[in-house]
């Protein structure tokens, strides 16, 4: 559940750019449609169909109707469009099948380049390598494919397209896409990748704002070692430097191993990102180690220690002052960057929309039904007393990130960090040892050479992502933190993570029968998938053995985990939903929503549980801020995830079934799973595993 951004191309052309992407979109409002189109559409099928035969009526009108939705005055008159459609219809098989060909080829090229460049662009702000200056801000703002849109219609490219090959509503592809063949479900993709007419100007603005929120969240810095408690003491060790909120949760679980401070420090962790959500943190001790912060009295100080050889800066001025609502300020921007398409897309004409309806293909009222019955099962009850039983105290808020279910929970953080640093100083160090990383996990050794070559390794500024290529035999980037020390195990278990990402983006594209079809249904599945390699970690650190008991385990640390992220994400869904609602709203009325409504899902779901009315602990999670209404895909994925898992105990081979599902490609959610495990995507075999697994514990 460490992936921030995870990139997987996921249209032809205009999968560079997957906000702007993804919708059915007709004429835009302000862009009129010739009045002699309704006459022209007509009298064009008729000629094709005299030209080619009454066989062709179908696939003529549907095209004619096509590029009559997208067709503006400045492509031309009715001249132009008559030689057009006379010349660029593919009236037989033939020439059909070379179209089709032609465009799956240069389709990669072009997505493949792009991608590459996109690297670049960014190499500087994703890759800890050095300092960023105000040029590589702007390097990174910069979208390579944003004017290929605006190229494709001019150049009549995408109306070559919109003519031959069908765009397909969600309703057309839930009820016959069961029936069509890899062929038919490759032309749909292909042409979605014209379902847009979004100007450049607008996707622009998308891409500005989507770097601006990044590179906020990949510099919230919280210097551990500068936190004191109400006597003054210091819980954490010099140089420990947190990213928000992935690197604070992820020590905050690390504490349940640690019976000495491990509440203390656990409770301050929780101090931290309660002002965090609450924009109460004053704004000098973010990223900052020249000053020491009481989180609970919430006062600062200038820094009575020193963990960093840097200087203080000379302008720096020691303040209680709280970070203005810069949090909020950039959720606002990423929302009404995006909200510039709607006007682009009345099939989908909100963000909201176009992230269910159209990119994940799941409508966002399953979504939230799915959701709800993790959350409103008494199998969540049944798990938090079997977590106060284990923890032998009263739960606390911040608890919903237990991790004691988990085998390495007698490990502590410095005899895992020391392992891992011993074995990956380096994040090429990492990279040479994925051959063997793949084949512990059941690949076949060629197999696992074969794919780990595609795979290139490299610090990153923040968590870390997975970048996946976007042409056969490009490589993808795993990207996790490796410090001066060596790779901690917070960056191994974000590596494994990122791993299985790649490993998902690798086969999927390389070993795929059609270009148009890398890939997978939604985000969703590769974080399923990068979830199966993630939960076995600790045996890739040689340090557990499943068992009965051990099986039982992980899955109430599934269950637990999921229910925990399905209330974030219920969180993320209403805030959107709250922006669209008051579309003129400041920063600070958003922090006072956001606030509202992560306490609203507390109290519905935890307080009755864990007690403690009104945490807005649900909020702090950093997707909220900068990508777009990524959360759902976490709980979505865990759902996923534990059908796959079954599926792989009944084979008994995680290599083989890992590759043959990736190779099933983008085709709909439940056909994905349907052909993978015999079941539809839902939430059963989560709850039934759960059930099984207490009965285990008892």
Partial sequence: MHTHRTINVAGLFLGILWLASQAATPVPAGAQEPAWLDEAVPALEQELVARYGEAQRARARRGLQQIADYWRDEDGNR????????????????TLDAMFERFEFVGEQMVGHLTEIGFALRRQSDLDIGPIYPFDQILAAYAPGAHLNDDFFANKLAFVVLLNFPLTTLEERLREGETWTRRQWAEARLASGFSTRVPAEVQQEIARASSAAEQYIAEYNIWMH?????????????????????????????????????LAKQRMIATVMERIVTQTIPGVVVDNPHVDWSPHANTVQMAAAQDTDAPPPPDLVVSDAREPDTRYAMLLGTYRAARLIDPYSPTAPTHIARRFDQGREIPEARVEEMFERVLSSP???????LVETRLGRPLEPFDI?????????????????????????????????IPNLLTQLGFAEERARAIASLIAVDPARGSGHAAGSGMRGAKSHLRTRVGPNGMDYKGFNIAVHEMGHNVE??????????FSLQGVPNTAFTEALAFVFQARDLELLGLASPDATTRALKTLND?????????????DMRVWHWMYDHPDATPAELREATIAIAQDVWNQYYAPLLGHD????????????????????????HLISVQVERQVAESGDLGGEFERVCKTGNVLPDMWMTAATGEPVGPEALLEATAEALAVMR
């Avoid at 990130?401 to 994040?427: C, K, Q």
């Avoid at 983006?505 to 059609?514: A, R």
């Fill in 401 to 433: 990130w237990y991790n004691g279910f988990r085998p390495g929970g007698s490990y502590s953080e410095a005899v895992l960090d020391s392992i891992v640093a011993a074995r990956y100083p380096t994040a090429k160090a990492y990279e040479e040892d």
């Fill in 226 to 262: 500068h936190l004191v408690d109400d006597q003054g003491r210091r819980l954490f060790p010099p140089g420990l430097r947190l990213l928000s909120h992935w690197n604070l949760r992820d020590e905050l679980k690390s504490n349940y191993a640690d019976a000495e401070n491990g």
């Fill in 505 to 514: 983006q690798t086969v999927s594209l390389n070993e795929i029968d059609y």
């Fill in 614 to 637: 009104d945490s807005v602990l649900l909020g702090v999670y950093s997707h909220m801020v900068g990508y777009f209404l990524y959360l759902p895909d976490y709980p979505i994925g």
């Fill in 79 to 94: 001249a132009d469009l008559e030689r057009f459609v006379a010349t660029y219809f593919a009236g037989d098989q033939q």
């Fill in 559 to 571: 269950f637990w985990g999921t229910a925990e992220i399905a209330a974030v994400s219920l969180v």
């Fill in 379 to 385: 199998l969540l009850g049944e798990v938090a007393q």
